[in-house]
T-cell receptor, first 115, second 114 residues
Framework: GAVVSQHPSWVICKSGTSVKIECRSL??????MFWYRQFPKQSLMLMAT?????????EQGVEKDKFLINHASLTLSTLTVTSAHPEDSSFYIC???????????FGEGSRLTVL | AQSVSQHNHHVILSEAASLELGCNYS??????LFWYVQYPGQHLQLLLK??????LVKGIKGFEAEFIKSKFSFNLRKPSVQWSDTAEYFC????????????FGSGTRLQVQP
């Protein structure tokens, strides 16, 4: 099946710094990518939909200035957590799929720890 | 808005026992239904999906699920679990106005004891 890859797998940063997470589609063109957040022992919550060449669509309650999303090419979307704080510590997961198939594939996830 | 409920949060079974994990969704329109599995330290993998047709869907690793429209349910089953089935299982749904993003249930942690 299609492959979605994330980098880095884990990152530790100091409070107040910004962290960028990359999500790549390795064998297909992704016009849309989805960013999820997963707290420990909880489910995945959709944060935003990343659209190639246009602005991302954020879910209610997600701060767009806090979580910057850029989808500059058909194979890469980035999520930047700006001025990170300990409460931003979480597991961030991206997903995408081949348009028209209805199926989504998930990246390995990126664990962010803010000290 | 869509929502997905998984009533079993933590299930402990012995090997060879039968498994059924409940999943109910709330959405009145046409939906696509999925079960994903997350093994420890790994990313989500698709077990099976239902788009249309036969409501009994067979997936990988001996799993199957039955879509019962009248009950808004999509329960996951396996006749005989193995220790290697120990993982977190997520039910998910998408649909409606072409929305492709998935809405996930809270997940069920399955622990299979040898």
């Amino acid at each position: 099946g299609a492959v979605v890859s994330q980098h880095p797998s884990w990152v530790i940063c100091k409070s107040g710094t910004s962290v960028k997470i990359e999500c790549r589609s390795l064998d297909f063109q992704a016009t849309t990518m989805f960013w999820y957040r997963q707290f420990p022992k909880q489910s995945l919550m959709l944060m935003a939909t990343s659209n190639e060449g246009s602005k991302a669509t954020y879910e209610q309650g997600v701060e767009k200035d806090k979580f910057l999303i850029n989808h500059a090419s058909l194979t890469l979307s980035t999520l930047t957590v700006t001025s990170a704080h300990p409460e931003d510590s979480s597991f961030y997961i991206c997903s995408s799929g081949v348009p028209g198939t209805g199926e989504l594939f998930f990246g390995e996830g990126s664990r962010l720890t803010v000290l | 808005a869509q929502s997905v409920s998984q009533h079993n949060h933590h299930v402990i079974l012995s090997e060879a026992a039968s498994l059924e994990l409940g999943c109910n969704y709330s959405y009145g329109g046409t939906v696509n239904l999925f079960w994903y599995v997350q093994y420890p330290g790994q990313h989500l993998q698709l077990l099976l999906k239902y788009f249309s047709g036969d409501p009994l869907v067979k997936g990988i690793k001996g799993f199957e699920a039955e879509f019962i429209k009248s009950k808004f349910s999509f329960n996951l089953r396996k006749p005989s679990v193995q220790w290697s089935d120990t993982a977190e299982y997520f039910c998910a749904v998408n649909g409606g106005t072409g929305r492709r993003a998935l809405t996930f249930g809270s997940g069920t942690r399955l622990q299979v004891q040898p």
